[in-house]
């Protein structure tokens, strides 16, 4: 991907700052933040050696209205903050032009985590959710294209159930996101 933000650093908020500024879905957030626990000891030696590096930057696309944001990112910020990668938050109203290069399936959809480098080139992202639940979303979009037919909202409620059964399963959230973050800096 051939996408430079290097004028987007400095231009969005602190993690600290977006859970302190939620309006909507603070408790739920906050709970997943407080009650993050590692799934496994290698990924926090993983993220933990990851101090090392200075060449490294992420911007999270984000709102605090999304179900996904609000499952994802505690887990997102903890793993980043054992790495000690500077990151920031773009809220995704203000920041169309960016959340324009990372399109899901044609839409918006968030959380988007990019991982940068230091000149702002973009390395690769992930989101909005791990690949298990985004698979239910894929088919149910596929099964239903037309978001005005009569039984549409009766059909996605039953999609994000599942979803948010999904996220539980295994090693739930947590080892979930933790793991395709991981996957996903071992790239670079």
């Given at each position: 991907m051939s996408v430079n933000l290097r004028a987007k650093f400095g231009k969005g908020i602190s993690p600290k700052q977006f859970m302190e500024g939620m309006q909507?879905?603070?408790e739920a957030f906050h709970s997943g933040y407080d009650d993050f626990k590692w799934v496994n000891e290698?990924?926090?030696?993983?993220?933990?050696?990851l101090k090392r590096r200075d060449d490294l930057r992420v911007l999270i696309l984000a709102a605090d209205w999304c179900g996904d944001v609000i499952r994802s990112i505690p887990v997102v910020f903890r793993a980043l903050e054992t790495a000690g990668i500077e990151t920031e938050i773009?809220?995704?109203e203000e920041h169309q032009d960016v959340?324009?290069?990372?399109?899901?399936?044609?839409g918006r959809?968030?959380?988007i985590v990019i991982v940068a480098d230091a000149g702002g080139d973009v390395l690769g992202?992930?989101?909005p959710?791990?690949?298990?639940?985004?698979?239910?979303?894929?088919?149910f979009k596929q099964e239903n294209p037309d978001r005005e037919a009569a039984d549409y909202n009766e059909k996605i409620a039953v999609v994000r159930k599942q979803m948010a059964e999904k996220y539980d399963e295994g090693a739930g959230v947590n080892g979930k996101v933790v793991s395709e973050l991981r996957e996903l800096l071992l790239k670079f």
């Open positions: 909507r879905n603070k290698e990924d926090r030696l993983y993220f933990e050696s773009l809220i995704v959340m324009d290069h990372f399109l899901t399936m044609g959809a968030v959380p992202h992930w989101g959710r791990p690949t298990d639940v985004q698979e239910i979303m894929i088919r």
